[in-house]
């Protein structure tokens, strides 16, 4: 199967080899919870609610009193992956996905500005289309400011893969299922830190650059994108309350 057009140059769906899926947000979608998000990156939906800081309820978990705890749940609706296999929840994926997007906020979140607290997020796949890792730490990220939960910097994540001798940005789930190699990253991005760096597959040196730099970019991009949907739901907050 070619994943590029040799004529047009143009993916599967449409798309360059550099070009992003379409993104769309919006926060607020959980109204019990103390901040949410719904995010997609093309056909890939998750949904993220935030709940705390609040009192530790189980204190054995709490490594540390003079941070707060940050906990974290993935899992995939049953109705998101269309006829592939639906794994039971707790399973060794999603734990270890779990714990990777804990991880990744942990990196972003003040934890020493709330001691003796926890910090719940959870995180749900809607419709899965590739880049699901990705989409749940960037819908944390909208998830978390919603919260009002102090952050040093937004953290964002994209994917890039390697197919067809072309470096491939945002890969969806046709090009993430090709066997390729991908690495899938998270920065903070006005520090221009890297907090998240995974990769399947091996890749050489030069091209394994290339590749990483790509989905940097990608991450920049949904930063920015990120940024302005914060902005919007900021002035919609203020008109609210001139209202």
């Known amino acids: 199967m070619e994943y590029v057009n040799p004529l047009t140059g143009l993916r599967i769906d449409g798309r360059r080899p550099t070009e992003m899926r379409h993104l ?6 959980v109204s019990k919870a103390d901040g949410s998000a719904l995010f997609e990156m093309g056909n890939t939906r998750v ?6 800081p609040r009192e530790v309820q189980n204190r054995g978990q709490q490594m540390n009193n003079n941070e707060a705890l940050v906990r974290c749940e993935y899992s995939m609706a049953n109705f998101s992956t269309g006829d592939r296999a639906r794994k039971p929840k707790g399973d060794r994926r999603s734990t270890e996905i779990s714990l990777v997007i804990r991880q990744t906020m942990e990196a972003c979140i003040l934890t020493k500005l709330m001691p003796r607290s926890q ?6 796949v809607l419709q899965a289309d590739g880049g699901t890792r990705s989409a749940c730490i960037n819908a944390a990220t909208l998830a978390l400011a919603d919260a009002g939960i102090p952050m040093r910097d937004i953290v964002t994540s994209c994917s890039a893969g390697y197919l067809c001798t072309m470096p491939l940005l945002d890969l969806n789930y046709a090009e993430d299922s090709a066997g390729g190699p991908d690495v899938t990253v998270g920065i903070l991005a006005k520090m221009d830190k890297v907090t998240l760096l995974q990769m399947d597959a091996k890749l ?5 650059e290339t590749v990483m730099q790509l989905a940097i970019e990608g991450c920049k991009a949904i930063a920015q994108y990120i940024r302005e949907i914060m902005l919007q739901n900021t002035k919609q907050l203020e008109c609210r309350r001139g209202s």
């Open 47 to 52: 949904i993220a609610a935030v709940y705390g």
């Open 204 to 208: 050489p040196l030069d091209t394994f």
């Open 119 to 124: 910090i719940d997020i959870f995180v749900q």
């Open 24 to 29: 769309k947000a919006q926060i607020g979608v």
